[in-house]
């Protein structure tokens, strides 16, 4: 069990230190998933980071397709209504809640 966690962060980190910073962020939905179904911790950090890539960074236009067969508690599955700000911010966890909500007013400025 311990070598499937340790496996699972290096790829969601691998995925958002890389993937995200390149611009693409492929398998980022499918390693959260797995983190969360697997009950793991996610570093906060990690997830902040994700959110931030996703409300002010450019990238592939593939994570923005949301599935709407996803719950809102699983966030990752819905980055389209995110960047969009059309996600409820109350179905964020508070730390993501709070980077979501600041960011309309950076956008504003």
Not at 22 to 40: A, I, N, P, T
Request: aromatic share 10%; proline share 4%; hydrophobic share 40%.
């Amino acid at each position: 069990m311990a070598d499937h966690r340790i496996d699972t962060i290096t790829a969601l980190r691998e995925v958002v230190v890389y993937g995200l910073f390149d611009g693409g962020g492929f398998g980022l939905r499918e390693v959260r998933e797995d983190m969360e179904k697997s009950g793991l911790s996610v570093p906060l950090a990690m997830d902040e980071e994700i959110l931030e890539s996703v409300l002010f960074d450019d990238l592939a236009e593939l994570l923005f397709v949301d599935d709407d067969t996803q719950p809102f508690s699983h966030w990752w599955w819905h980055l389209g209504k995110i960047r969009d700000k059309t996600f409820p911010a109350e179905q964020l966890p508070a730390h993501l809640r709070e980077v979501y909500l600041e960011s309309e007013k950076i956008r504003s400025m």
